[in-house]
C-alpha cells in the first residue's frame, strides 16, 4: 500500500463522514416538516457505507476505502401526535410527524464530527511522511 493510497482512503472516509453530517442536518432540519412533495411527513434519512474495492487487474480487488452509495430513507413509522389544531390533522386529531429523534440526530453528528476529525489526522500523518521522505532524499 502507497502513502498516496492512505491519502486515497481518508479522503474517502472524509466523503463519506461529510455525506452522513449533510443528510444528519437534513435531518434536523426537517424535525418539524409534516408536509413533503412525496407526501406526508419526512422521513429520517441515513447515508449508507460501502467498501470501495480496486481492482489490481491481478488477485483479488482490495479495499482502497469507503464510498456513500446512497442516501435512505428509515421506515420507521412517523410519531403520532395529538394536536388537533394543526392544519395536517386527520379526524382523530392526530398528526403525523417526522420520525426524527434530535438526541439521536445530536449523537449520530457528534459521531461523524469525531470520525471525519480521525480522517483528517491520518490524513495529515500521511502528508508529514510525504514531506520528510522528500526532505531525507534532498539531503
Request: hydrophobic share 40%; glycine share 8%.
Amino acid at each position: 500500500m502507497g502513502i498516496f493510497t492512505t491519502m486515497d482512503i481518508s479522503a474517502s472516509g472524509l466523503s463519506a463522514q461529510r455525506a452522513r453530517m449533510d443528510a444528519i442536518a437534513n435531518n434536523i432540519a426537517n424535525a418539524n416538516t409534516t408536509r413533503t412533495p412525496e407526501g406526508g411527513p419526512y422521513r429520517r434519512q441515513e447515508a449508507v457505507f460501502a467498501e470501495h474495492l480496486e481492482d489490481a487487474g491481478i488477485g483479488p480487488a482490495r479495499v482502497a476505502g469507503v464510498e456513500t452509495p446512497e442516501i435512505v430513507a428509515d421506515g420507521q413509522a412517523p410519531r403520532m401526535v395529538y394536536d388537533p389544531g394543526h392544519p395536517d390533522a386527520n379526524p382523530q386529531g392526530y398528526v403525523a410527524m417526522p420520525n426524527v429523534n434530535i438526541v439521536r440526530e445530536m449523537t449520530d453528528m457528534i459521531t461523524a464530527t469525531r470520525a471525519y476529525e480521525a480522517n483528517v489526522t491520518a490524513m495529515n500523518a500521511s502528508k508529514s511522511m510525504v514531506t520528510k521522505a522528500l526532505e531525507l532524499g534532498r539531503g
